[in-house]
């Protein structure tokens, strides 16, 4: 079975500092890993996906994402966060044992300070 | 293109009515998803479609029925409406199987019951 945690629900930083949220996850098979975000009063985004390629995978708006399978995380990264970054973030899993099914995190919450 | 529609966007409902949420794509996906999502958690699987006049439970089925009468539309219904309904609804849609494929999310229905 999979199952996916994020081990912050909160996370705040200043504009133009660097971005770090943590994930960490569990699963059976080789796993497929997204990060999708939420901005408030809108649907889910995807930000990238790992889907046993190269390692190190990157997204839209200068994030990345490194799986590291030895750790068993998936940790999202940005160099220089921005206001417009304000948003939730869910780590995301699925295996080939529920491959009509994602699991979900249960989110972080991003602040960017000015 | 659309992408992903939901109708409505917001709704009151008494204990006991009914009501069905409707989920559109123009993306001639395969595959659709009614998710929840309530406070503190990621969203919540309720039934999966993997074609026209095919449905499947999720994670959270009961007290829910769909239909997937057509390609583009998928029904998510309500018979008794209770406070425990009380969430955000997504539909979403992909190509292919969620494990591989980027699931497209529509903008939520937020679903209140008094």
């Known amino acids: 079975a999979q199952s996916v945690t994020q081990l912050d629900s909160h996370v705040s930083v200043s504009e133009g500092t660097p971005v770090l949220l943590r994930c960490n996850y569990s699963s059976s098979y080789s796993p497929s890993l997204f990060w999708y975000v939420q901005h408030p009063n809108k649907g889910l985004q995807l930000l990238l996906k790992?889907?046993?390629?190269?390692?190190l995978v990157k997204g839209i708006n200068g994030f990345e994402a490194e799986f590291k399978k030895s750790e068993t995380s998936f940790h999202l990264t940005k160099p220089s966060a921005h206001m417009s970054d304000a948003a939730e973030y869910f780590c995301v899993v699925s295996g080939m044992d529920s491959s009509y099914k994602l699991i979900f995190g249960s989110g972080t919450r991003l602040l960017v300070r000015p | 293109n659309a992408g992903v529609t939901q109708t409505p966007k917001f709704r009151v409902l008494k204990t006991g009515q009914s009501m069905t949420l409707l989920c559109a794509q123009d993306m001639n996906h395969e595959y659709m998803y009614w998710y929840r999502q309530d406070p503190g958690m990621g969203l919540r699987l309720i039934h999966y479609s993997v074609g026209e006049g095919t449905t499947a439970k999720g994670e959270v089925p009961d007290g829910y029925n769909v239909s997937r009468l057509k390609k583009q539309n998928f029904l998510l219904g309500l018979e008794s409406a209770a406070p425990s309904q009380t969430s955000v609804y997504f539909c979403?849609?992909?190509?292919?199987?969620?494990?591989?494929?980027?699931?497209?999310f529509g903008p939520g229905t937020r679903l209140l019951v008094l």
């Open positions: 790992y889907t046993s390629a190269a390692t």
């Open positions: 979403a849609s992909s190509y292919g199987l969620a494990g591989a494929e980027t699931q497209y």
